[in-house]
């Protein structure tokens, strides 16, 4: 059965990623932006990733309250009559009667 808070959910997931794209995208310009001596584990990497993070939260947040939509929207579509698929033909028995014997 179709929930009608899906398509919110979905609107929230859909605009969650797309943040998430553009703050990944960012801390690649920030890292790649690093001088060279700051590698993983170093106050300047560490801080740049940890403010990188920060931001992400929220988003992050937003995908674990809303993301098992997906799940449920999956399960009811798996459910669901097809208006593409034929309609399923009940299975035909032989009549009970008098079976002929076969000659060999």
Same mark, same amino acid.
């Given at each position: 059965?179709?929930?009608? @808070?899906? %398509? &919110? /959910? ?6 969650? =990623?797309? /943040?998430?794209? +553009? =703050?990944? /995208? /960012?801390?690649?310009?920030? @890292? ?6 700051? #590698? ?9 990733? +940890? ?7 929220? &988003? =992050?947040?937003?995908? +674990? ?6 799940g449920e929207i999956n399960a009811a579509a798996r459910h669901a009559p097809s208006p593409l698929a034929p309609a399923p033909v009940p299975a035909v028995s032989p ?5 002929? %014997?076969? @000659? #060999?």
């Amino acid at each position: 059965m179709i929930q009608p @808070r899906w %398509a &919110y /959910q979905l609107g929230v997931l859909h605009t969650a =990623l797309d /943040q998430l794209d +553009a =703050l990944h /995208q /960012q801390w690649l310009h920030t @890292r790649d932006g690093l001088p060279a001596d700051a #590698r993983c584990g170093t106050p300047a990497f560490d801080d740049a990733l +940890a403010e990188h993070h920060a931001e992400a939260w929220s &988003y =992050l947040d937003d995908w +674990a309250t809303h993301g098992p939509a997906l799940g449920e929207i999956n399960a009811a579509a798996r459910h669901a009559p097809s208006p593409l698929a034929p309609a399923p033909v009940p299975a035909v028995s032989p009549a009970p009667g008098p079976t002929a %014997a076969v @000659r #060999r």
